[in-house]
């Protein structure tokens, strides 16, 4: 009964913050976002355990296998366009990887944070079952590797369609790869507000982040750290 109780409010904060975001359409109001913010604040409010909380919320957790891979079929449907980009798709998401590490890097350089810590930090922009278990390969922290990747994701999210006006971004190549291989599902989450060619972009160049991110930040914090 707990575990269904906990579904069902979970589900049902997140469609009232969709409902809200679809009215407003701030991105502040991101449904992922504001729904997070609420059920973080109602299990402090009253002393509930995050373990009770996954009770219910595994259920929900579990969902997010099917979720990724119903994402292959927009990407099939799109495979001619795929295929004709792929060498901006590539680069994008090899510079994309970079910047990601990089910037992992010297966050934690300048909050001086601990080497356990800044090998948690590396994959924050590859997708939370891949970052979990690049972390662990190299030494981090995998729970809290899972956390990093959702804050990134977020404020890819967020941020992302600002710098798309900022930057003037207009192609769906561009925002697909720019969100897929920097805010990983969530940010390709965000992607379905601008069409099926956006969002294929988005998925290919999370799945991609995700298999270069695999083999190549090992390697590297081998090589370096």
Not at 108 to 118: M, Q, R, S
Not at 147 to 157: H, L, P
Not at 197 to 202: D, F, L, N, Q, Y
Request: hydrophobic share 55%.
């Amino acid at each position: 009964m707990l575990a269904i109780t906990i579904c069902v409010a979970t589900v049902i904060v997140f469609f009232l913050m969709k409902k809200m975001y679809a009215r407003f359409y701030h991105p502040i109001f991101f449904p992922v976002f504001t729904s997070a913010i609420i059920i973080i604040g109602v299990l402090l409010l009253f002393h509930i355990p995050y373990e009770t909380y996954m009770v219910g919320g595994q259920w929900i957790n579990r969902l997010l296998g099917p979720a990724v891979v119903s994402l292959a079929l927009p990407l099939y449907r799109q495979r001619k366009l795929i295929i004709k980009n792929y060498k901006a798709i590539l680069t994008g998401i090899v510079v994309a990887l970079i910047v990601g590490t990089g910037s992992a890097v010297a966050l934690a350089g300048l909050f001086h944070f601990k080497n356990e810590y800044l090998r948690t930090l590396i994959p924050k922009s590859i997708t939370s079952p891949v970052a979990m278990q690049i972390s662990k390969v190299i030494d981090g922290n995998p729970t809290l590797a899972a956390v990093f990747v959702i804050i990134t994701g977020i404020i890819g999210a967020i941020v992302g369609p600002l710098l798309y006006k900022i930057c003037k971004i207009d192609t769906p190549i561009a925002k697909g790869v720019a969100m897929g291989s920097s805010a990983h599902g969530i940010g390709v989450g965000k992607l379905t507000e601008y069409g099926e060619k956006t969002v294929s972009m988005g998925s290919v160049s999370m799945t991609l982040t995700a298999l270069l991110g695999a083999i190549l930040i090992p390697i590297a914090v081998i090589i370096f750290f």
